[in-house]
């Protein structure tokens, strides 16, 4: 009984030091965010909300369709891996040859993969419409 007590502890112990380090598991993997990056110097738009476990899990997209982390042109990234904002590596102010500025990755991403299952007649996400995305700005 001891002994389960300790180890929990330890259990518990080894995650708030993890996370005290700022290092997010793939077990932090929220249900749902709002996506507000700070990168930006100001904004434009509203926050946009996002169901990321829905993603996920209901729509059964993998994690590798939206983080990445590129060795020699092969994304590398696996399920577990911690996981970098997008603004680490897409500036918010210029694109950089393959890595595009910061909203147009955003865009490309969410709405690429909405507008290419609306052109295949699948059931998708906004495609185009600011608002269906931007929550209004406060
Ligand atoms: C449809 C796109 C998409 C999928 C699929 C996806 N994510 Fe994310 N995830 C995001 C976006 C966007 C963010 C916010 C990143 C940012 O704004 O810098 C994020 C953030 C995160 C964060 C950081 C949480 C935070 O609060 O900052 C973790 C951890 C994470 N994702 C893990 C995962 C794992 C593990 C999987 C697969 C099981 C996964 N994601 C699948 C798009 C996705
Ligand atoms: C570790 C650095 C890194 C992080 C973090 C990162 N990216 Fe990227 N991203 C890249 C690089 C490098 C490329 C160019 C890959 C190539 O084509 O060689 C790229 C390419 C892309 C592309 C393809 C652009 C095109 O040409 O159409 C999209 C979309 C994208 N990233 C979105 C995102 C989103 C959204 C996030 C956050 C969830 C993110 N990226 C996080 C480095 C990163
Ligand atoms: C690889 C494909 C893919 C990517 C990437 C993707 N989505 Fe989606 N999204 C879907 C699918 C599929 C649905 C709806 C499926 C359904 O209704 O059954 C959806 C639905 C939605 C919806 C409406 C339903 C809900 O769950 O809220 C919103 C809003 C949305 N997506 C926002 C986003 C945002 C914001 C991003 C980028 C951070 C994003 N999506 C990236 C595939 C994707
Ligand atoms: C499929 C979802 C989606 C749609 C549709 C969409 N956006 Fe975005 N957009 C995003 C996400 C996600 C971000 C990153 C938000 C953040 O970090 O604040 C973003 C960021 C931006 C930014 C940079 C941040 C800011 O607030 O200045 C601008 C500008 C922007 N979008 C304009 C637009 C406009 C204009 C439209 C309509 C023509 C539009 N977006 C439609 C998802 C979307």
Redesign the pocket.
């Known amino acids: 009984m001891k002994k389960r007590v300790f180890f929990l502890s330890t259990v518990i112990l080894s995650i708030a030091l993890l996370a005290g380090m700022g290092i997010l598991l793939a077990t932090d993997q929220p249900d749902e965010i709002s996506i507000k990056s700070e990168a930006f110097a100001k904004y434009k738009k509203g926050p946009v909300p996002f169901t990321h476990k829905k993603h996920n899990v209901d729509y059964k997209i993998a994690c590798t369709e ?5 060795k020699e ?1 092969v994304n590398v990234y696996k399920e577990g891996d911690p996981v ?3 603004s ?3 500036d918010p102010v210029e694109s950089k040859d ?3 500025k910061l909203m147009v ?2 865009h ?2 969410c709405q ?1 993969c909405h507008k290419a299952l609306e052109k295949a007649g699948k059931k998708t996400g906004p495609t185009r419409k600011c608002s269906q995305c931007h929550e209004k700005k406060e």
């Open positions: 939206c983080h990445h982390v590129y042109g970098q904002k997008c680490t590596c897409h393959k890595v595009k990755a955003y490309r991403n690429g």
